[in-house]
């Protein structure tokens, strides 16, 4: 019996007991129909990663680790060693198995170069940092014939390393590049619609097909199930357990930092320039110690400066002028440089001394998201330092913000506001419950039926 077979008829059972006779007749969990997602924009194709509509979209037809097990792992004493059970006769959505060997190599591959955006969370694999910085080493992954999966772990984590690692970000693909999600695109794949993969490790999912639009296209498609923004038909609110960043990466000295970071006005930039859920942010640590001072002493450089933003965000550019401003009146000269979006890769680069950063999809983890800062500014090294202090804390009992105030220091960033991520949804889907870095298991949503409609 699959995941969600056995969920429905628990639900079900729930439902009788808590609403006996008509009543439990009245309200059904149900399968079939059209899930109507409006989280793409005019024109986008293939949305951002780390994106909220990239994660929502990449979610549809990828799975993860955590997908694939038939129960909970086995955990060594030390908590650095598991064993991992996956389900049997998995396959991608080509039909290829999907055994130990192919969930090796598929994350083995995350593992190599950058590894992409979430690729900081194969640091809790021992090995990872070093295959991550180009040296060659074996990662602490290895498959135990056709089912087990043995992980040896860079720190004790215990049973949270699989958590850690089941994420979109780091997809699981057959040789050929198929995924092994819930749903699948429809032959020819241009239309934005999704039917079902019967064959998914946690079963069929409920919906028969998924239909993909833009806001903008919203009222000629009809009511949406789910937004990115409120409107009549999503009401009802979900916090995710996300949020994203913006930052200005200062790609020079300590004492150039410090004197930026002592210019600019976080309140007036939320308030004016961001608004709506952008609130201040100066540390991502809760309990950082106070004061704590950058400089080497060294004099700010008194030549003009270059700062690349997002030329097609309109907010960043009208942040990207009021650091302008300020750093101005601060007696520091800054030319814009605004970048086209296939440039904006870039602006992790270090090409210039100023660059203005939005990093969305960020645990609100104090630890994870300064690890996921780290990796994304400073490379896999840096980030998994972040976890393994964190982790050393933890078991010592002592606070985040004495263990990681130094390291969060040392990055080259002037942190400036955080949005918390949220989506919308109708009053008659259900199933949408936060998991990690997504709003909800797009196979476990349904929609509720009620024979008085």
């Not at 806001?215 to 979900?238: C, F, I, M, N, Y």
């Not at 001072?293 to 550019?317: I, W, Y």
């Not at 605004?338 to 440039?343: N, S, T, V």
């Amino acid at each position: 019996m699959s995941h969600r077979t056995k969920l429905a008829a628990l639900l079900s059972l729930t439902l009788g007991l808590l609403a006996p006779g008509a009543a439990g007749a009245a309200v059904r969990p149900t399968t079939g129909g059209t899930l109507r997602l409006a989280v793409q924009t005019p024109g986008a194709t293939a949305p951002e990663a780390r994106s909220l509509p990239g994660r929502i979209r990449a979610s549809l037809d990828e799975c993860t680790l955590g997908d694939l097990l038939a129960g909970p792992p086995q955990v060594d004493e030390e908590e650095d060693r598991l064993i991992l059970l996956l389900e049997e006769g998995l396959v991608f959505q080509d039909g290829s198995k999907l055994d130990a060997a192919a969930v090796v190599e598929s994350l083995s591959a995350h593992a190599r170069g950058s590894g992409g955006v979430e690729a900081w969370r194969l640091l809790v694999l021992a090995g990872a940092a070093e295959r991550m910085s180009g040296a060659e080493g074996e990662l602490g992954l290895k498959a135990i014939g056709a089912r087990r999966l043995e992980l040896r772990l860079s720190w004790p984590l215990g049973a949270g390393a699989v958590e850690l690692l089941s994420h979109p970000g780091l997809p699981l693909r057959s040789k050929g590049g198929a995924p092994c999600g819930p749903f699948q695109a429809r032959e020819g794949g241009r239309d934005g619609v999704l039917v079902p993969f019967d064959r998914h490790p946690r079963g069929r999912p409920y919906f028969d097909r998924v239909q993909l639009f833009s806001t903008r296209e919203g009222s000629r498609q009809g009511k949406a199930d789910l937004r990115l923004e409120a409107s009549v038909d999503t009401p009802r609110e979900l916090p995710l357990t996300t949020r994203s960043l913006t930052f200005l990466q200062v790609n020079a000295s300590p004492a150039l930092r410090e004197q930026i970071d002592g210019s600019l006005d976080r309140k007036a930039i939320v308030r004016y320039l961001v608004g709506g859920r952008a609130r201040q942010v100066s540390t991502l640590l809760p309990d950082a110690p106070p004061g704590a001072s950058r400089s080497s002493g060294e004099a700010p450089p008194r030549r003009a400066l270059t700062l690349a933003f997002d030329g097609e965000d309109p907010v960043h550019r009208r942040i990207a002028e009021r650091i302008q401003v300020r750093l101005h009146d601060g007696g520091l000269e800054v030319a814009l440089q605004p970048l086209p979006a296939r440039e904006r890769g870039a602006l992790l680069t270090g090409a210039t001394e100023l660059a203005l950063i939005t990093l969305p999809g960020l645990p609100r983890d104090p630890a994870r998201g300064l690890a996921a800062v780290s990796h994304a500014v400073l490379g896999a090294r840096a980030a998994q330092e972040v976890l393994e202090t964190a982790a050393a804390a933890e078991r010592a009992g002592g606070g985040l913000g004495a263990a990681l105030g130094e390291l969060e220091a040392r990055l080259p960033v002037v942190f400036l506001y955080g949005e918390d991520e949220v989506v919308w949804i109708g009053d008659s889907l259900q199933g949408a419950e936060p998991s990690g870095t997504l709003p909800f298991d797009p196979g476990d949503l349904w929609r509720w039926e009620s024979s008085t409609r």
